[in-house]
């Protein structure tokens, strides 16, 4: 049988350390970037659309159509792999 109780001092101090690093980073972000948590989509609300090219194209034109047809997106990001492209789209 295991003696738990032994433990409980060094179950304490791990809970507190892990608790303590936790809010340290919580008060260090706050601080630094003025929030904490980056929130996606899924809790600010909005949409997020990803467009999948099969050929390479280059994000200012993409962002030229968009300004074009009056499709402002909050955040644009672009990647391009072996020569297909993926463009993603968040509009809140």
Same mark, same amino acid.
């Given at each position: 049988?295991?003696?738990?109780? #032994? /433990? *409980?001092?060094? $179950? ?13 980073? /919580?008060? /260090?972000?706050?601080?630094? *970037?003025?929030? +904490?948590? %980056? ?7 909005? &949409? !997020? %659309? %990803?467009?999948?090219?099969? #050929?390479? %194209?280059? $994000? ?12 402002? +997106?909050? &955040? *644009?990001?672009? $990647? !391009?792999?072996?020569? $297909? +492209?993926?463009?993603?789209? *968040? #509009? !809140?």
């Amino acid at each position: 049988m295991i003696d738990f109780v #032994k /433990y *409980r001092t060094l $179950s304490a101090t791990w809970f507190f350390l892990l608790i303590g690093t936790f809010i340290g980073g /919580y008060i /260090y972000k706050t601080m630094t *970037r003025g929030y +904490a948590f %980056v929130y996606s989509v899924d809790f600010t609300g909005g &949409t !997020q %659309v %990803v467009l999948d090219f099969s #050929k390479p %194209v280059s $994000s200012e034109n993409i962002i030229k159509i968009l300004e074009k047809n009056n499709l402002s +997106a909050t &955040t *644009r990001e672009f $990647s !391009q792999n072996m020569g $297909s +492209a993926e463009f993603n789209l *968040r #509009k !809140q």
